[in-house]
Nanobody
Framework: QVQLVESGGGLVQPGGSLRLSCAASGFGFDYYAIGWFRQTPGKEREGVSC????????NYADSVAGRFTISRDNAKNTVYLQIDSLKPKDTADYYCGAVHDARSRLAMCVGIRVVDTIVWGRGTRVTVSS
């Protein structure tokens, strides 16, 4: 099973940019679709973006489309989330998650939503504040 570690979070001013990384170890990174999610205190974890492993297709939540870009480097077992034009409402803990079965990939990458089969990382905090 794959293990995930997020990095790249921090404090940034509104309008700034960050690049989050999700580094994977363990077996079969190529077999996993990877999604990015975020969560603020008292709220449910929400999907932000996803990249499929079979065809590299990407998808984004409406709230981040045009500002967030997801990519993957299978040679480095890493998925990236480039975040531009950051807004205070983007402040959250960001998590990456992995799934490999077809049904879960459909739910996570087409629906951009949490499914119970996701393997999670521990998260990285993004704070947008002046």
């Amino acid at each position: 099973q794959v293990q995930l570690v997020e990095s790249g979070g921090g404090l940034v001013q509104p309008g700034g940019s960050l690049r989050l990384s999700c580094a994977a170890s363990g077996f079969g990174f190529d077999y996993y679709a990877i999604g990015w999610f975020r969560q603020t205190p008292g709220k449910e974890r929400e999907g932000v973006s996803c990249i499929d492993n079979n065809n590299g297709e990407t998808n984004y939540a409406d709230s981040v489309a045009g500002r967030f870009t997801i990519s993957r480097d299978n040679a480095k077992n890493t998925v990236y989330l480039q975040i531009d034009s950051l807004k205070p409402k983007d402040t959250a803990d960001y998590y990456c998650g992995a799934v490999h079965d077809a049904r879960s990939r459909l739910a996570m990458c087409v629906g951009i939503r949490v499914v119970d089969t996701i393997v999670w990382g521990r998260g990285t905090r993004v704070t947008v504040s002046s």
